[in-house]
């Protein structure tokens, strides 16, 4: 009889959560979830004035550095192959888990297009704003410049033009490191 009982619980029981789940927090606290853009997916940030100087440097003059990185596509391929690689290294992953992918991509795209001197503008969020909830340590920093280099490389980006990258975002890290 209690077999019985307990068999018709657990056929009626929901399933259990898939491993890697998390509760719904916005239920869970009685906040209202935050709505996807209908149109670009993204997710809305606080309010914050757009500028390309919130892109944390100068762009590099003339056309040669836009060139080394394949122009607009080039640049957005190497960025893609960047945030997937971030994304799954076993360093940062956990840094990205509540990140809106779609901003993101979209956002780190246009700061290096600009800064590359392709043709773009930035309307992102400056970088202390950006990364001032995320309690950033170096050796999460270190990991991210690797993970650039690796997209670099992987799409043929010459080893001095890399190099010239890396140096105009190397100032950057005081703005996001904080551990
Ligand atoms: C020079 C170094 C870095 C640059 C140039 C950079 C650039 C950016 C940009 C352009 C954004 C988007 C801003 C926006 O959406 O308004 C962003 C956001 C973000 N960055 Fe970085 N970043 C750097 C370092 C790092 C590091 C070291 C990590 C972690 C390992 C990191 C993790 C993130 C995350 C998780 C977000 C999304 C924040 C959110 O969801 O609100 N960044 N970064």
Redesign the pocket.
Known sequence: MITAALALALASAPPPPAPDSQPDWFATFGVEKPKPDPVTGELP?AP?VQSDS???ATPFTGDAMARAFGGQAGIRRMTNDFVAI?IADPR?KP??A???LI??RR??Y??FCYLLGAGCH????D?V???K??G?MTR??N???EDLQRAMRQNHVAFAAQNRFLSK??P??K???RR
């Open positions: 940030v914050y919130n892109a944390g971030s940062i840094i990205f509540a990140t809106d901003r993101f956002t780190l246009e700061q930035y309307s992102g969020r970088m704003e950006a990364h909830q995320l950033i999460e920093m990991a991210l410049v975002l190397a950057m890290s703005d996001v490191i």
